[in-house]
């Protein structure tokens, strides 16, 4: 008889950390269907207004020459991809954590959390619950007779039944109050709040240039996506203009000064451009590893700048990610640009500033 299949899973339990690291894997997968549901959306919006999410389902008569027709089409089609996110969380989280045998009682876990109102914050809880019972249900070693069927039946079958009645029974009601208090939070924001939010998120982005402290600020604001307030896209312009800054920042800084900096780092701040304009935050990594006590309080400080900034002006938008691409789909593009510039131009004269004294030893 052939050996049941391999699966690709640790031989010990996952820790907090190693769980955290794969729960961030999981997200990066779920990201395409933000910023594609995120920009059909805005799309929609941009072509036929804020009425837009009232008109009727493009099924029941489409009108080829009527541009709201066209709006409408790219409305729902947001819609539909938003609508996928949690259960493509769920899943994609929980395969990162025990692979594919993980992955129905993810989808269904993430689907679970859906039709609670559990959210985002609640697919994220349902891919981890589905990944851990599913890496420890894995350590059994059944009979021969059935170790074939183990990862195609015996797993999915198993942690489907247990992560959906956790979600069912036990965690989606709290889950789902928690993620209305989240709504009412944001929709209660006031001007003065989002500024200070804006700010705070913007200081945790260059944290870490992509590290957990940055994708909890991200998944912060794509959390808020979800509930469809407005004071959540201002949030959400907020995160990508910091993000989008610390690059950007280091690729002002080596043009300006090229002497303060070795010839790898002119070459990497050539590539920071488009980093920074498409918002990639970790193009401003090797900077901020090879001199750290002088580059990351420059790119804290701009990147605070920038998500105060972008607040304050009111910019907003409903795309995730994208950077200059998206930028005609953001509310107050002009504003969300001078924030961007005012906390590149902090961060670059900062980190000159702070290279032209004493290499500290």
Same mark, same amino acid.
Request: hydrophobic share 55%; proline share 8%.
């Given at each position: 008889?052939?050996? /049941? $299949?391999?699966?690709?899973? $640790?031989?010990? &339990?996952?820790?907090?950390? =190693?769980?955290?690291?794969?729960?961030?894997?999981?997200?990066? %997968?779920?990201?395409?269907?933000?910023?594609?549901?995120?920009?059909?959306?805005?799309?929609?919006?941009?072509?036929?207004?804020?009425?837009?999410?009232?008109?009727? $389902?493009?099924?029941? @008569?489409?009108?080829?020459?009527?541009?709201?027709?066209?709006?409408?089409?790219?409305?729902?089609?947001? *819609?539909?991809?938003?609508?996928?996110?949690?259960?493509?969380?769920? @899943?994609?989280?929980?395969?990162?954590?025990?692979?594919?045998? /993980?992955?129905?009682?993810?989808?269904?876990?993430? +689907?679970?959390? *859906?039709? +609670?109102?559990?959210?985002?914050?609640? #697919?994220?809880?349902?891919?981890?619950?589905?990944?851990?019972?599913?890496?420890?249900?894995?350590?059994?070693?059944? $009979?021969?007779?059935?170790?074939?069927?183990?990862?195609?039946?015996?797993?999915?079958?198993? #942690?489907?039944?247990?992560?959906?009645?956790?979600?069912?029974?036990?965690? #989606?009601?709290?889950?789902?109050?928690?993620? &209305? &208090?989240?709504?009412?939070?944001?929709?209660?924001?006031?001007?003065?709040?989002?500024?200070?939010?804006?700010?705070?998120?913007?200081?945790?982005?260059?944290?870490?240039?992509?590290?957990?402290?940055?994708?909890?600020? %991200?998944?912060?604001?794509?959390?808020?996506?979800?509930?469809?307030?407005?004071?959540?896209?201002?949030?959400?312009?907020?995160?990508?203009?910091?993000?989008?800054?610390?690059?950007?920042?280091? *690729?002002?800084?080596? +043009?300006?000064?090229?002497?303060?900096?070795?010839?790898?780092?002119?070459?990497? @701040?050539?590539? =920071?451009?488009?980093?920074?304009?498409? %918002?990639?935050?970790?193009?401003?990594?090797?900077? *901020?590893?090879?001199?750290?006590?002088?580059?990351?309080?420059?790119?804290?400080?701009? =990147?605070?700048?920038?998500?105060?900034?972008?607040?304050?002006?009111?910019?907003?938008?409903?795309?995730?990610? @994208?950077?200059?691409?998206?930028?005609?789909?953001?509310?107050?593009?002009?504003?969300?640009?001078?924030?961007?510039?005012? #906390?590149?131009?902090?961060? =670059?004269?900062?980190?000159?500033?702070?290279?032209?004294?004493?290499?500290?030893?």
């Amino acid at each position: 008889m052939m050996n /049941a $299949p391999t699966l690709a899973h $640790p031989t010990s &339990s996952p820790t907090v950390a =190693a769980v955290h690291g794969k729960l961030m894997q999981g997200v990066s %997968y779920a990201i395409p269907f933000v910023v594609t549901g995120g920009v059909l959306l805005a799309l929609g919006y941009a072509l036929g207004g804020p009425t837009i999410g009232a008109a009727p $389902p493009v099924t029941a @008569g489409f009108d080829w020459l009527a541009p709201v027709s066209w709006a409408a089409l790219l409305h729902q089609l947001g *819609a539909l991809t938003f609508g996928l996110l949690v259960p493509v969380v769920g @899943g994609y989280v929980a395969h990162a954590i025990a692979d594919r045998p /993980a992955l129905v009682p993810g989808f269904v876990g993430g +689907t679970v959390a *859906a039709q +609670t109102g559990a959210g985002f914050l609640g #697919g994220l809880v349902a891919g981890v619950l589905a990944g851990v019972v599913v890496d420890r249900l894995a350590r059994w070693r059944p $009979p021969r007779v059935v170790a074939g069927l183990r990862p195609v039946l015996v797993l999915p079958l198993a #942690g489907t039944l247990v992560t959906g009645a956790v979600m069912w029974l036990v965690v #989606g009601r709290p889950l789902a109050a928690l993620t &209305s &208090s989240l709504t009412s939070g944001l929709a209660d924001l006031s001007t003065g709040s989002l500024v200070l939010a804006g700010a705070a998120l913007g200081l945790m982005v260059a944290a870490d240039l992509g590290g957990p402290i940055n994708k909890t600020a %991200y998944t912060f604001a794509v959390a808020g996506l979800a509930t469809g307030t407005p004071s959540a896209q201002t949030v959400m312009a907020a995160v990508m203009a910091a993000g989008m800054t610390p690059p950007l920042a280091m *690729a002002l800084a080596t +043009t300006l000064r090229r002497d303060r900096f070795t010839p790898a780092e002119r070459e990497n @701040g050539r590539a =920071a451009w488009l980093l920074g304009a498409v %918002y990639v935050t970790e193009g401003a990594i090797p900077f *901020a590893a090879a001199d750290p006590l002088r580059v990351l309080p420059s790119l804290l400080a701009g =990147a605070t700048v920038t998500g105060g900034l972008s607040a304050a002006f009111g910019a907003a938008t409903a795309a995730p990610h @994208g950077g200059i691409f998206v930028l005609p789909l953001v509310g107050n593009p002009l504003g969300h640009v001078l924030a961007i510039a005012a #906390g590149t131009l902090v961060s =670059a004269v900062m980190v000159l500033s702070l290279k032209s004294l004493r290499r500290p030893q």
